[in-house]
């Protein structure tokens, strides 16, 4: 079997070393610009949507919303349906920074897709979607696990 992973990884940790060297001075420690463009484009989501949308646990993102707070990036507002929940907004700063981030976004597509025709590139996002839909699934079923798995234990 062909190991596509190792490409997808290295081209991963190339585009995320590009992005912490891009967004240093915009407040945006490794990786969190991934979380502020999908609060911009989904504003009032709730951490819990965000995670899933992003494929990053629990854990990791509340850390990233905590730093994103802090840097006046977004701001948190109570759901007034549902008191534990936090709506998630970007700030006037972290509107201001997203086009930024979208047109560096749209350069390192343009990079990455150089000599490729349109047929490939279209053939390339389908293959991706699909392979990206096969590893969701796998997410969410051992995520699935792990909760049940904590559950029995903690019984």
Request: hydrophobic share 35%.
């Amino acid at each position: 079997m062909k190991d596509i992973l190792r490409d997808i990884g290295i081209i991963s940790r190339a585009l995320d070393s590009i992005s912490n060297i891009e967004f240093k001075e915009l407040d945006l420690a490794k990786g969190q610009f991934v979380y502020l463009v999908r609060i911009c484009e989904n504003p009032g989501i709730i951490q819990e949507k965000l995670a899933e949308i992003l494929k990053i646990d629990r854990t990791t993102t509340a850390r990233a919303i905590k730093n994103l707070e802090k840097n006046g990036l977004i701001t948190k507002k109570t759901d007034s349906n549902n008191q534990k929940n936090k709506l998630l907004f970007p700030t006037e700063r972290g509107e201001a920074i997203y086009p930024f981030i979208i047109r560096e976004n749209e350069h390192s597509n343009a990079v990455a897709l150089q000599g490729l025709t349109e047929d490939e590139i279209d053939v390339l996002i389908g293959l991706l979607e699909r392979v990206k839909d096969n590893v969701s699934h796998d997410w969410l079923r051992v995520k699935k696990d792990i909760k049940e798995s904590i559950k029995k234990g903690n019984k």
